[in-house]
């Protein structure tokens, strides 16, 4: 019986091409999820937390290519179900969470570029944020019966309490008063302030009048400052996922790895303590980032104690009560199911065009098994890339069978790409040198 696609063919070829670039998906990743159900779980109560106005930090932790990304990417998703605003980011060398040389300002710009909400899921959607902020307080104006103006007002001073808030509610009242005249340009000028992408006190000043900027050192405090805004504008609070952790373990320099842990330690603290209102905190890393003890964030004393990993846990014993969820690798069974749903995606939901039989799919997996052992289902990313690049081939040649294409399956098994050190050009100046690199002989 052939069943109605269920799959949109949007979705079915947003996976297919990304599988086979071997991303995660940005659309249609529900149609490949598989496992995970605990820590989903875990992240979902801490979704539940930051919409009740609470706050919730947590380190996702896994071996190269064991699902953080996609992991990460998934719980978004759920947040933007929930009606939370979300910005992620990867670290990279010019985007930390601690800098001197602008690099935090531009981790926290490429947050708000990628600002996305239930309606505009891919980003872009700090304007729409604004612009609900301003029509939320103008329909209780109308209902309360009193001015625009002193509805705005007394939502931003609200703001105005907290580190920065000023600047920040002048920059939204300059926004409300261009939205009052149809004056564009010092619309456009306050997004672009509250995306952090002033560079100088000067250029702010003469756009919008205020003498402040987003800054390396304000950087938290203006996630803090955006987490209060979206829930003023009608969001249930703002999670950040900051994905890529590594790049803060490959800084050269002592001094601006622990600068830069020790900004982490400044928002897992505040975050336990349940300060800030409405904010969570999602961070994905390797092993080595976590517990390397010279250089991860082990290293750093304060963060050890409060990340040990629940001595209890492990083999089978799981805690997800603690800030580290460690995504173990997915099981043969996960990988089963992932190829069904991969076959079944291929055909657009239909069972007649399944270009392979089940027997296939377990063919396909001994093959793998043979050639690379365990990690063709721990670390899927080439086991995931080269089934979708099969079912391309089978489809397009339809006299070929599966048996003869599956063992000519090439697969290597992944290696994650030298960890070097990054040298710093801004912080040479640091307390501590470039550490001799002993990458070469860390094992976990
Ligand atoms: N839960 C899952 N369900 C289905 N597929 C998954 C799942 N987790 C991972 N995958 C597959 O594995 C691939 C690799 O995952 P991902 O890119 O998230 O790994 P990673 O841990 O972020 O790797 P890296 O260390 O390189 O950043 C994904 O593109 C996806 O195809
Ligand atoms: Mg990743």
């Known amino acids: 019986m052939t069943r109605p696609s269920a799959i949109r063919p949007r979705d079915r070829d947003a996976v297919l091409q990304s599988l086979r670039a071997g991303v995660v998906p940005r659309r249609g990743q529900h149609l490949v999820q598989v496992g995970r159900s605990q820590e989903v779980s875990a992240l979902i109560s801490d979704i539940a937390r930051i919409a009740d106005g609470g706050a919730a930090f947590r380190l996702v932790i896994g071996e190269y290519g064991a699902g953080k990304t996609f992991f990460l990417h998934l719980v978004r998703l759920i947040a933007l179900q929930k009606r939370l605003v979300t910005v992620h980011a990867d670290l990279a060398p010019d985007r930390r969470l601690h800098a001197t040389g602008g690099q935090a300002r531009s981790l926290y710009s490429e947050l708000m570029r990628n600002a996305a ?15 609900r902020f301003v029509s939320s307080a103008l329909q ?12 705005i007002r007394s939502r931003l001073d609200a703001l105005s309490d907290f580190t920065g808030g000023y600047a920040f509610a002048e920059v939204v009242a300059a926004y409300w008063r261009g939205h009052d005249s149809g004056d564009e340009q010092i619309k456009s000028d306050a997004i672009r302030w509250l995306r952090g992408e002033f560079a100088t006190k000067t250029d702010a000043r003469a756009a919008l009048g205020v ?7 304000s950087v938290y405090d203006h996630l803090k400052l955006m ?7 009608g969001y249930h609070g703002l999670l950040v996922c900051l994905d890529e952790m590594v790049n803060l373990y490959k800084l050269a320099h002592t001094g601006a790895r622990k600068a830069n842990y020790e900004q982490i330690l400044r928002v897992l603290n505040d975050c336990l303590q349940g300060t800030p209102e409405g904010l969570g905190f999602v961070l994905g890393g390797t092993p080595e980032f976590l517990m390397d003890p010279r250089k991860g964030l082990y290293s750093y004393e304060a963060l050890q104690t409060r990340l040990a990993v629940n001595t209890f846990a492990g083999d089978g014993v799981v ?13 043969p069974e996960d990988l089963y199911l992932l190829l069904t749903k991969i076959r079944h995606v291929h055909a657009a939901g239909d069972e007649e065009k399944y270009l392979l039989p089940d ?16 990690s063709y289902f721990r670390t899927p990313r080439s086991t995931v890339k080269q089934f979708a690049d099969l079912l391309a081939v089978l489809d397009q040649n339809p006299g070929m069978t599966w048996e003869s294409q599956v063992s000519r399956v090439e697969i290597a098994e992944e290696r994650n790409p030298d960890l070097a050190p990054i040298e710093d050009d801004d912080e040479a100046t640091d307390s ?3 550490d001799d690199d002993g990458l070469a002989s860390f094992r976990l």
Not at 117 to 131: L, N
Not at 141 to 151: G, H, I, K, L, N
Not at 211 to 217: E, F, S
Not at 227 to 233: E, G, P, T
Request: hydrophobic share 35%; net charge negative; with cysteine.
């Open 117 to 131: 909400t239930r309606s505009k899921p891919d980003g872009g959607a700090i304007a729409g944020v604004v612009e």
């Open 140 to 151: 209780e104006a109308r209902e309360s019966e009193t001015t625009p103006q002193s509805a």
């Open 211 to 217: 003498r402040t900027i987003v800054t390396d050192a």
């Open 227 to 233: 987490a209060l805004f979206v829930r003023q504008a």
């Open 319 to 331: 805690d997800f009560t603690g800030p580290v969820i460690s995504l173990g690798g997915l099981t």
């Open 359 to 374: 027997d296939g799919l377990r063919a396909f997996m001994r093959h793998c098994s043979e050639r690379i052992g365990d």
């Open 432 to 434: 501590g040198g470039p």
